[in-house]
């Protein structure tokens, strides 16, 4: 899909320019589609808003132009819808209506109020609200805030400044890119780092300058610079934390120089007269031909996750992001010295990263360090102590080494940050039902099943908390209920079939249906000993003795050989029953 939508994107900008009369329309759309500085928007599906807002951006641009022409209101409302659909898809197509303003000024050398700047208001509104919820979510939801963004005016003027002459760079010179870039030390009180914004001063002002004899390269960086300004630190971006750059950033604002450098390219072999000849052809498929197979080299990277980090650590490795990502890629693989390896690099790095002690907790509780991931866990609550996912692992292992009332008080803690985690209160139930507090675990269980009906867990779990509170009809309820969302699991379907077969009250008794669960629960447990007693109950409830006599004589050898002499000494006296022909009930 990203590729279809960066290929339709393509043919928008040769449409787009050629609507315009830009020479080499079809060479700016070719340098678009092949540049490997936008492999990142393609390749990397996170990046799909790209590809869709450019359509939605480009398709506005061309139906607007047309209206330009015709001034007919059908035009006029299809661009503005087209426009909407632009800004749903990304905000930072809010820029529209300046790039409109600036491509009209190029044309006619000046602006009319009624005719260029009154019809763009509603754009300009638009967009400048959708810019605002951007901004208020970077900073409200994205948690935008703190030491990462605290930079004054002057020191985002300079990130600004030195962030547009590295688009350029990369754009005339696309090699050693990669996902995260170095993030910069930026310091007002170092002379050289104004060196950057005073030359992008001092370039724009000589191109004002010459703007009598030609306003295309001061138009081309007017599109650039201001179709990149939402990017340039002047608001709270999230990848901030990581970057003041990256290759997805100038995906539209790139079209600006794109097509300045195509243009001059078609007018300079016009001027050869060259350009109907092979040489011209041959040219132009060189510079293509360069772009593509830096661009197919570029794609690679993104072939995977672990690829992907581990180009970016080669890239920079000082990139606690990519050590921290990498290391989980190589836990889920099992990978665990390599995934605890990388989350510490991300440690030495940036020590006070939550995300890494997270990380660095779940690799050592994979590998059986225990103890050290506590402490890990530990840790990374200090530094967020409303973190819901740190509390969960570190009840989770509190739990394992059966330290119930501190593993009950991390529950209780991640249930008051979100009272609608349901994993979390089952895991307090099962902890409960530990301790023995079934009335507890059964409140709790209850809650988990409301907010969360599907939770089949909780059904067991919540049987099971009815059963130890001898309200088995109820228990019964919901097992079967368990069953039926999950038919092949193996404890309810051994629970199941043991209150059908054994219970004192005949109203719950079924032999047929007892039978029928402990044979499926036989089959799925490989033949363990409890589950092959079961079995033998659900026989003598349905009259088969000689069947029962024979399948607890099988539990009873599997119960010596694992030495487990309470089941030998049950079993013993349940064979008695049913070689009497009586059933056990509990």
């Known amino acids: 899909m990203n590729l279809f939508l960066h290929a339709f994107a393509a043919v928008l900008v040769a449409l787009v320019l050629r609507r315009l009369g830009v020479p080499g329309a079809c060479l700016a759309a070719a340098i678009f589609a092949l540049h490997p500085v936008h492999v990142e928007s393609v390749a990397w599906i996170t990046e799909q808003k790209n590809t869709l807002s450019a359509v939605f951006y480009l398709a506005a641009l061309l139906v607007y132009l047309h209206f330009d022409q015709t001034r007919k209101k059908a035009w006029y409302f299809c661009a503005l819808v087209l426009f909407v659909l632009a800004l749903l898809s990304k905000t930072v197509t809010g820029t529209l209506p300046g790039a409109l303003l600036v491509i009209f000024w190029w044309q006619r050398g000046r602006l009319s109020w009624t005719k260029d700047v009154l019809p763009l208001v509603p754009f300009f509104l638009l967009g400048a609200g959708g810019g605002m919820i951007t901004a208020w979510w970077e900073v409200s939801l994205n ?17 600004a400044g030195r962030a547009v002459w590295f688009y350029l760079g990369k754009l005339f010179w696309p090699v050693k890119l990669t996902f995260i870039y170095p993030h910069w030390q930026i310091n007002s009180a170092q002379w050289w780092q104004y060196s950057f914004l005073l030359g992008a001063v001092l370039v724009t002002a000589a191109l004002w300058a010459i703007r009598r004899y030609t306003r295309a390269p001061l138009a081309a960086l007017l599109f650039f610079a201001g179709t990149l300004f939402p990017m340039l630190s ?25 097509t300045l450098v195509a243009a001059g390219v078609a007018l300079l072999l016009e001027r050869w007269r060259i350009s109907s000849r092979p ?160 009335q507890a675990a059964e409140t709790h269980l209850r809650i988990a099943l409301r907010q969360e009906p599907s939770t089949v867990g909780a059904y067991s779990a919540l049987a099971m908390a009815l059963q130890q509170q001898g309200k088995t009809a109820e228990a019964l309820n919901y097992y079967q209920e368990a069953l039926r969302l999950r038919p092949d699991q193996l404890d309810i379907l051994n629970n199941l079939a043991w209150i059908c077969a054994t219970h004192r009250d005949p109203r719950l008794r079924d032999g047929a249906q007892a039978v029928s669960a402990a044979r499926r629960a036989v089959e799925l447990s490989a033949g363990k000993a409890d589950v092959l007693d079961t079995l033998a109950a659900a026989y003598a409830e349905a009259g088969r003795f000689p069947e029962a006599v024979a399948t607890a004589r099988k539990s009873l050898s599997l119960a010596v050989q694992q030495k487990n002499q309470a089941l030998v000494e049950a079993l013993r006296g349940r064979i008695a029953l049913y070689e009497a022909g009586k059933p056990y009930r509990e």
């Open 143 to 159: 948690r935008c805030g703190g030491s990462d963004y605290d930079q004054s005016l002057i020191e985002r003027l300079l990130i």
């Open 234 to 258: 002047f608001f709270n971006l999230y990848a901030a934390r990581y970057s003041f750059v990256a290759n997805h950033y100038p995906y539209l604002a790139s079209l600006g120089v794109v």
């Open 279 to 438: 040489a011209g052809y041959v040219l132009c498929a060189l510079l293509l031909a360069t772009l593509a197979t830096l661009t197919w080299r570029q794609s690679r990277v993104y072939a995977g996750a672990e690829t992907l980090y581990q180009a970016t650590i080669a890239e920079n490795p000082e990139c606690w992001m990519a050590h921290l990502n990498l290391g989980a890629a190589l836990a889920q693989r099992g990978q665990m010295d390599d995934a605890i390896a990388h989350c510490r690099q991300a440690l030495t790095i940036k020590p006070e990263l939550p995300e890494a002690r997270h990380n660095l907790a779940k690799a050592l509780a994979g590998r059986g360090q225990a103890d050290e991931a506590i402490a890990s866990y530990q840790q990374a609550l200090k530094i967020r102590p409303d973190c819901g996912e740190d509390r969960r692992g570190l009840g989770d292992l509190l739990a394992a080494r059966g330290n119930l009332d501190e593993a009950a008080g991390q529950y209780f803690a991640l249930l008051r940050l979100n009272p609608r985690d349901v994993p979390g209160r089952t895991q307090l139930a099962s902890v409960l039902s530990r301790q023995g507090k079934w």
